[in-house]
């Protein structure tokens, strides 16, 4: 299908696969502009985003009667997580434009493809090994090295799928963890500290990206992201021309979390993401337009809006029990509070994030 | 009923009476906070509110079972308009609280009421006079003066049920035009330019008022406010204190929007709003918390957020055919668009209004 030129006009829904707290920042950003929201989950129904849509279609990935009436129902398709079933994008697709588009969900999905992909494009990455069994073991421990890191080729988030090697010797051990899952060892990267980009590409071609984020993980999940990042100017300047190039390849349309290593020898891609990122959620209260509605308007054929940070901002996630701390919180001067409408809290689970203003101007 | 001491925690309800652009912009901001919204109006169905809402009912204003059923599903109530029938506030207010009070709905309900409260706090406001009939005329006028302005005590907005007076002789034709309601005469103010005050009081007592904003309207409806005003510091300190004696007087929880003429001899109260208001909308893009969380933080019994100002902006609204303008807005660096989901883009209507950042810092 030919995607239109024209912007969507007001009023024109967005539909979002996925109904967690990315497809509620996408749906309220959608309202801010007039666009309407309606999101697809096997979940929906009193989802982070099902409460706040105009409208949500509870049913499974592979109902292609729902999928067809989700379609008829929407002008565009966007999404909030990658790892969508390839008959769904497949059905949905050729009813209506899915941005951002199917090459890059086929590079993201991935992890071996993406390694490839960027290492096609000249940037760099962890030295890395494909590992389809116990017998490509050796093999790969000689390309990628130890310590390392294994990791399922395909769904795997928040560090679910992954298994640390310290030395060569627990290779054998890790891999029976991944259950027989197609896997990547990616060797281990020594770098300073890891920073993201996020970057957004407009339907007409035109990229922006966000000032660098400074990232701060526990357990393999992101606690916050820190703006300004410590990066020198042309390390500044290298995080967002790798971005570019990676957009462009990929010819984007919508906002995309590229995660970088920080290295004495240069900037390392550790993953992107096809969608709105956790560690551009400090961009609501440190731009006027945040990566929410710049993905919006990107996917909506609009053009990008004005992301330029007016504040210093630090990002703290707010994970299982750190809602004991919402109290003090609510209290606390420059705090912005972006709670996510989950009703149960559970050990390990995002429930909302707090973006504190350190400095403005 | 007694008002409960603890905020309201995460997944409660904010009833919101009104589903227009403000009950919008309320409700979005609930979201962010994880508190959930419902709105009651007679045309909620598809309303700009309602569009985004978890909830909506769809009932008159004196549909006792709906209005039951409205209080049973939320945990307090607010409003985004002060005309409410009091049968309705007796029965909503018999069941949950309602913040701001009744009491700031009484005094705003009614211009005449409201030119007593004010005066009695000691503040300057136009002079004025209160017209039953035509009778009254010339005792009015003595007490007035002409030039002035005819309006009827209740139920104005945006320029409706007002008639100018040039001079006395107009006087007796201009009452006509408000056909018998009871009216107010307020004599003629010259003023060097207006500008508002959005403050905000908490359940515990705290104030915090927005920085004031600057004013100009075309036809009696507001088409721009800007931020800084021209304002010295002591015309500055003036307006929070005089606002912060409005909001205690009232023991007024929520956010209100104070309407002041700026004159040689000192601030003149135009009139007071007992809610959010079109001219603290400049605080989306220019302030950590705006005036609608400020609002949601109120009535929810949270503490008040944090509205220091940290850029210069210039808010414009987008009325009727405005709208043409939209491709040119949506491409301008530094504008952030607010649009209200509204069908159909009539003359005099409200649609959406833009926030252009002037300077950060």
């Not at 310590?147 to 029976?176: N, V």
């Not at 004495?264 to 006027?288: D, F, K, M, Y």
Request: charged residues 20%; aromatic residues 6%.
């Amino acid at each position: 299908m030919s995607e239109p030129i024209a912007p969507l006009a007001p009023g024109s829904t967005i539909g979002i696969l996925g109904s967690g707290q990315l497809g509620r920042m996408l749906a309220l950003a959608a309202a801010r502009l007039g666009l309407r929201a309606h999101v697809y989950d096997p979940a929906a129904a009193n989802s982070p985003a099902g409460q706040i849509c105009d409208q949500a279609t509870t049913a499974p990935w592979e109902d292609t009667e729902a999928l067809s009436a989700f379609a008829a129902q929407v002008d565009v398709i966007t999404y909030e997580f990658e790892n969508i079933p390839t008959a769904t994008l497949d059905l949905l697709g050729a009813a209506r434009p899915i941005r951002p588009g199917r090459r890059a969900l086929e590079v993201s999905q991935d992890r071996l493809v993406e390694k490839r992909f960027l290492q096609d494009l000249g940037l760099a990455t962890a030295p890395f090994a494909a590992l389809d069994g116990p017998a490509d073991l050796e093999a790969a421990l000689a390309k990628a090295g130890a310590p390392g890191i294994l990791k399922t080729r395909r769904f795997g988030y928040d560090g679910k799928g992954q298994a640390r090697l310290a030395e060569a010797a627990e290779a054998a051990a890790a891999l029976e963890s991944l259950q027989g899952a197609p896997a990547i060892l990616e060797g281990f990267v020594d770098f300073a500290f890891e920073v993201s980009v996020i970057g957004a590409r407009g339907l007409d071609g035109a990229v922006a990206c966000f000032d660098p984020g400074e990232n701060i993980h526990r357990d393999g999940i992101l606690r916050s992201t820190r703006v300004p990042a410590r990066l020198s100017t042309a390390q500044r300047a290298d995080a967002v021309l790798l971005t570019g190039k990676i957009l462009n390849a990929l010819d984007y349309v919508g906002v995309m979390g590229v995660e970088l290593f920080v290295t004495p020898a240069g900037l390392v891609v550790n993953e992107i993401a096809p969608r709105v990122h956790n560690s551009g959620h400090w961009t609501q209260n440190g731009c006027t337009i945040c990566q929410f509605e710049q993905h919006i308007r990107a996917v909506a054929g609009w053009p990008l809006g004005d992301g330029s940070r007016h504040s210093d901002v630090e990002m703290e996630n707010l994970i299982g029990d750190d809602m004991d701390k919402l109290p003090a919180i609510q209290a606390e001067p420059g705090a912005a509070l972006h709670l996510y409408g989950k009703a149960e809290t559970r050990d390990g689970r995002k429930m909302g994030h707090v973006n504190r203003i350190i400095a403005s101007g």
